[in-house]
């Protein structure tokens, strides 16, 4: 069963805190050092003083857990009085459209992989899950939510949530993206009853921060071992999640395209003919590159005449291992390229990726087209894992609307 439950969150004091932009950030593994520094400067309260604080070594983790527990000391942030779930949403315009995602923010407990009830569509890295474990057992606390999508195609959940929303949120913050953001805080028993009771059959796919996830199994494990208790109970048994329907209207999936700095010992048109042996390759203009199917990817050489459109000739028997990123990962790096040898680069940018190529800095590019979150609870539903970046769900959530405390 998924559990959902409301809590207790804690948030910035709005007596302490006069403009919400400046004290939230973007997530932490998408901040460039150049924007930590901007974002220190924006404010002594920015949470990137939390969730990336600067620092050698372990000295950076002190550091974000002091900051932390003189914050809630001085009453920087204060803790809600009664459990509450907290409806985030998001405006924001893509190509030219106006958009609005829709979704809430709970306690989620934790499930391990093997019951897949909370799926994941990436693989992680152990490097990065070591640094956010040490954040969390320093601070006792999620920072930042992992974002989830279930499934409700009459939209019944969200409507219910809607009708309760106050006129005005608690938090209005416009991020360094321009988005605009919109947190509300409910506690009626009526609807937090009616979310448990809806969301237990459910299943949950994890969009964005796997390694969130990872690293909260990781510290309730550590927790159960310390306490010698399973409950089920206690907080570190539950994960700051934030929820969203997969059939919203507001849920941008953009997909992550690749540059190739190494092809071996092939040049770039002996790569095109290796292509061909297991491929339909077709040249397009790069005009035509945004109508790729879900099936398809483009090559880009260098030559904005000489985009090469790609799918299989021959179907894979699994249905999503011929998803063009799946074929990409699985044909091509596994058998034309070696993977790591390749010294590939990731980049949410059909532009950079031009830019890269066309520098000569990067040999080739490969385009791939967006996924639908039916496609990835596809693939995840079957127990796989995408490849590392697949997907960019846009926009990005903001760290320090609510933070969730584990003891």
């Known amino acids: 069963m998924v559990m959902v439950n409301a809590f ?9 805190v006069d403009d919400f932009s400046a004290v939230v950030a973007p997530p932490y593994d998408v901040i460039s050092p150049e924007e930590q520094d901007k974002l220190y400067d924006k404010s002594p309260l920015n949470v990137v003083r939390l969730e990336l604080t600067k620092g050698f ?25 009664e459990p509450c779930i907290y409806p985030y949403y998001q405006e924001f315009e893509d190509n030219g459209i106006r958009f609005t995602r829709k979704g809430f923010i709970a306690a989620v407990r934790l499930e391990d992989p093997s019951s897949k009830k909370i799926l994941p569509h990436e693989r992680t890295f152990p490097k990065y899950k070591l640094d956010r474990l040490k954040l969390t057992t320093a601070c006792r606390a999620n920072l930042s939510p992992v974002f989830a999508i279930y499934s409700d195609p009459d939209g019944t959940l969200q409507n219910s949530i809607e009708q309760k929303l106050s006129e005005k949120p608690i938090v209005h913050a416009t991020g360094t993206d321009g988005v605009k953001n919109m947190l509300w805080r409910i506690s009626d028993n009526g609807l937090i009853s009616e979310i448990k009771s809806r969301m237990l059959n459910r299943n949950l796919l994890i969009a964005d921060g796997h390694h969130r996830y990872e690293t909260a199994l990781e510290y309730r494990d550590i927790q159960r071992k310390k306490f010698g208790t399973n409950s089920g109970n206690a907080p570190y048994e539950y994960v700051l999640m934030y929820l969203c329907r997969g059939e919203d ?4 999936i953009k997909p992550t395209h690749r540059v190739v700095k190494n092809l071996g010992n092939l040049q770039t048109k002996e790569f095109i003919q290796k292509l061909e042996e297991r491929f339909e390759v077709k040249k397009i203009t790069f005009d035509a590159v945004p109508k790729l199917g879900s099936r398809e990817f483009a ?18 028997p699994i249905v999503y291992d011929n998803l ?15 993977e790591e040898e390749a010294k590939i680069l990731y980049t949410k940018s059909r532009e950079e990726l031009v830019s890269l190529v066309n520098t000569g800095e990067y ?3 490969f385009i791939l087209p967006p996924l639908s979150a039916l496609d990835i609870f596809e693939v995840s539903m079957a127990n796989e894992k995408m490849p590392h970046k697949t997907t960019y769900f846009y926009p990005k959530l903001l760290s320090g609307l609510v933070f969730h405390l584990l003891d």
């Open 249 to 252: 209207d507001g849920l941008v």
């Open 363 to 365: 040999k080739l590019g």
């Open 299 to 316: 090559v880009f050489t260098g030559d904005s005449s000489s985009v090469f459109k790609v799918s299989i000739k021959e179907p894979l």
């Open 57 to 81: 070594d372990d000295e950076k983790y002190t550091r974000a857990s002091e900051t932390f527990r003189n914050w809630t000391k001085d009453r920087v942030l204060i803790q809600d009085s």
């Open 324 to 338: 063009g990123v799946m074929l990409l990962h699985k044909l091509v790096f596994g058998e034309i390229l070696e």
């Open 8 to 16: 207790r969150g804690l948030r910035y004091n709005p007596d302490k």
